[in-house]
């Protein structure tokens, strides 16, 4: 890992949390003093270009920390009712190379809409 240490890396990345979390306090505070001033989201929305979600939890805090609280209790664990696409979607395997028949030479062209990722 070189000339530089775990700790130097992690001062970095602290910094630069601390950094993004104040600029992040400064922005919404300077949106809801636009906003108090008279401007409405929508507006806001328009010049700034951020999402109107974005608008919202930076005019109310409340529901900034209620999105973020809901975020980290969420579970990365699918739905209760999902089934792995092979279940979905059946499809027939042989059960040894002597099994399968057909051409052994020649080209194949397989169509576009193939899933070409994963398994």
Do not use: C
Request: hydrophobic share 30%; aromatic share 8%; no cysteine.
């Amino acid at each position: 890992m070189g000339r530089f240490s775990e700790d130097e890396l992690h001062t970095v990345v602290s910094r630069y949390e601390a950094t993004r979390a104040q600029a992040l306090t400064e922005r919404d505070e300077q949106l809801r003093a636009f906003h108090a001033a008279g401007w409405r989201p929508v507006d806001l929305q328009r010049v700034t270009g951020y999402s109107r979600e974005t608008i919202r939890q930076a005019l109310r805090p409340e529901v900034r920390r209620a999105t973020n609280l809901s975020r980290r209790r969420m579970s990365p664990q699918p739905p209760a009712d999902y089934r792995p696409y092979g279940d979905r979607k059946p499809y027939v395997v042989a059960e040894t190379l002597a099994a399968l028949h057909g051409p052994t030479k020649g080209m194949v062209t397989l169509p576009r809409h193939l899933d070409w990722s994963g398994r």
